[in-house]
C-alpha cells in the first residue's frame, strides 16, 4: 500500500494560490499514477487531476482547467497541486490517491486515502 501524506492547505482569500503537496512511501513511486480529489461539505468527492507515472501526460477536471497545474518530483516521492485564482467554490478537503493507470486514477472509489489537507477559499 502506498502512504499518502497531503499538505499545504490552508485560508485564503479569492484569487489567491496555493501549492498542495503530497509524500508518498510504502512502494515504487514511479510506478503509480498521481491523482487529486477534492471533497466539499455535503458532497461526494470528486476528481480534480492526474498525472502519469513520468510527468508527461496531465488531465483535469473541467471545473479546474487553467488555474490548476499538477507536477511530480520523482526524486522526491512528492506530487503537487499548484492551485491559481482560487475561487470560494475550490473550498474543500483535498486528498491525493496513486493509482496504476491514468483510467483507473480518476475513480474515488479506492479503499485508502490520506488524511487530506483543507482549504478554503473566502470571498
Known amino acids: 500500500q502506498v502512504q499518502l501524506v497531503e499538505s499545504g492547505g490552508g485560508l485564503v482569500q479569492a484569487g489567491a494560490s496555493l501549492r498542495l503537496s503530497c509524500v508518498t512511501s510504502?512502494?515504487?513511486?514511479?510506478?503509480?499514477?498521481m491523482g487529486w480529489f477534492r471533497q466539499a461539505p455535503g458532497k461526494e468527492r470528486e476528481f480534480v487531476s492526474a498525472?502519469?507515472?513520468?510527468?508527461?501526460?496531465?488531465i483535469y477536471a473541467d471545473s479546474v482547467k487553467g488555474r490548476f497545474t499538477i507536477s511530480r518530483d520523482n526524486a522526491k516521492n512528492t506530487v503537487y497541486l499548484q492551485m491559481n485564482s482560487l475561487k470560494p467554490e475550490d473550498t474543500a478537503v483535498y486528498y491525493c490517491?496513486?493509482?496504476?493507470?491514468?483510467?483507473?486514477?480518476?475513480?474515488?472509489?479506492?479503499?485508502?486515502w490520506g488524511q487530506g489537507t483543507q482549504v478554503t477559499v473566502s470571498s
Open positions: 510504502g512502494r515504487t513511486f514511479t510506478n503509480y499514477v
Open positions: 490517491a496513486a493509482d496504476l493507470t491514468i483510467a483507473t486514477i480518476t475513480s474515488p472509489r479506492r479503499n485508502y
Open positions: 498525472i502519469n507515472k513520468s510527468g508527461s501526460y496531465t
